[in-house]
């Protein structure tokens, strides 16, 4: 993965890291000084600038050994899924944004740096890449309220789905798993185990909150980042939390880490 960022207690990721992407329209504006999602007390009604109710962002990931995908040293891109506060979530919220066409919309919008990144760690293990991000988009992102089209001015067909990939790419590379895990001596192997406390320990070193892991078999497969947001989704602070309804399912001992 190319960086990482320093570890802290609190890192709240904005979207003033990355550079934006040029779109025709353009999505609405947002204070982020407004309530934090999953933390208001009362409705609020603009989800334009505030997702709800999947309030509770998860950034999620994989790490695929049968088949091998991404590069040896890096665990790569699941998806980015709005929870709603308490780990249960909508899904396929938009049947008229199911696109089947996404290689072409993030093409038609310039975004081939995105793209090219997109094929080297957003990977199926099984299928095309492309099948891969239509599923994503249209199961989680369409459930993003502040990726609705009326939230954006001048609005062009798909820029909501040039936002939800950039988005998620924007997290996953402050979210370096290998090196949380490498920097307490974890790394992948066919012999060693570790335990889900320690995995676990590594993991929230890096940002200061716990995350969740996931095995099949034994062996670990995946990890999942929790964020609240304070504005939109598009434009907004992401502040990492605990996982709120989730919980790890990797036995306490014995688990396995193997290498690609």
């Known amino acids: ?3 990482s960022l320093p570890s802290v207690a ?9 550079a934006p992407l040029v779109l025709a329209g353009a999505p609405a504006v947002c204070s982020n000084t407004g309530p934090l999602s999953c933390h208001n007390t009362t409705a609020v009604a603009n989800t334009c600038c505030f997702n709800a109710p999947g309030g509770q962002l998860l950034q999620t990931q994989f790490w695929d050994t049968n088949p091998a995908t991404g590069p040896a040293e890096s665990w790569t891109i699941h998806g980015l899924w709005p929870d709603n506060c308490d780990g249960t979530y909508q899904s396929f919220c938009d049947a008229s944004r199911q696109y089947t066409n996404i290689t072409a919309i993030l093409k038609s919008f310039g975004a081939t740096s995105l793209l090219n990144y997109m ?3 957003w990977l199926s293990d099984s299928g095309t890449n492309e ?12 459930c993003i309220s502040t990726f609705d089209t009326k939230c954006y001015t001048g609005y062009k067909p798909g820029e909501e789905v040039v936002d939800f990939f950039n988005k998620t790419v924007s997290l996953y590379k402050t979210l370096d798993t290998y090196a949380f895990l490498e920097a307490a001596g974890i790394t992948p192997s066919s012999t060693k185990t570790y335990t889900s406390a320690a995995i676990l320990a590594a993991l929230q070193k890096a940002r ?6 996931q095995c099949s078999s034994g062996a670990l497969d995946e990890a999942w980042y929790f964020y609240d947001v304070k504005g939109s989704v598009q434009t907004g602070t992401f ?9 790890s399912d990797c036995p306490a001992t014995g688990v396995k880490y193997l290498p690609k």
């Open 131 to 142: 099948a891969f991000w239509e599923h994503e988009w249209g199961k989680h992102g369409t």
């Open 208 to 213: 200061g909150v716990t995350a969740v892991i």
């Open 1 to 3: 993965m190319p960086y």
């Open 119 to 121: 094929n080297t760690y």
């Open 10 to 18: 609190k890192l709240a990721v904005s979207s003033a890291l990355f």
């Open 239 to 247: 502040v990492p939390e605990n996982p709120v309804g989730s919980s």
